[in-house]
């Protein structure tokens, strides 16, 4: 449900577009959870594509700040925070995550 997507790092040129991830916010009985998705964005700036909802190190609040690409475009770096007191960095395949990408239903 887009709508209930927010920010994160800013976006990555990405093929013919651009890339980045956005957060989703889920309350639960024991407490919140913070939700990613990868996003894939056509050149006019629409999100054209997502991935399902996922978390780098468990559930809890994570928030994903900084991506950017190496430089052959193999893997992608993704800086992010844990509960606003742990810094973590991911380093992801930037096939991995073009495989993830499913695009939007029209």
């Known amino acids: 449900a887009i709508e209930h997507w ?3 790092p800013p976006l990555l040129r ?5 890339l980045s991830l ?8 024991q407490g919140r959870v913070y939700l990613h ?6 050149p006019d700036g629409a999100a054209t ?3 399902r909802a996922f978390t780098f190190r468990g559930r ?3 928030y994903a700040a900084g991506l950017a690409a190496s430089e052959d475009g193999a893997k992608l770096l993704v ?8 810094a973590w960095l991911a380093r992801v395949p930037a096939a991995a995550v073009a495989g993830l990408l499913k695009p939007f239903q029209q």
């Open 37 to 42: 998705r990868w996003v894939g964005f056509g």
């Open 60 to 62: 809890g609040i994570e």
């Open 6 to 8: 927010r920010g994160g």
């Open 49 to 51: 594509a997502a991935s």
């Open 14 to 18: 990405w093929a013919d577009g651009w």
């Open 22 to 29: 956005v957060h989703e916010v889920c309350e639960t009985g």
């Open 79 to 86: 800086s992010f925070g844990i509960a606003d007191r742990e």
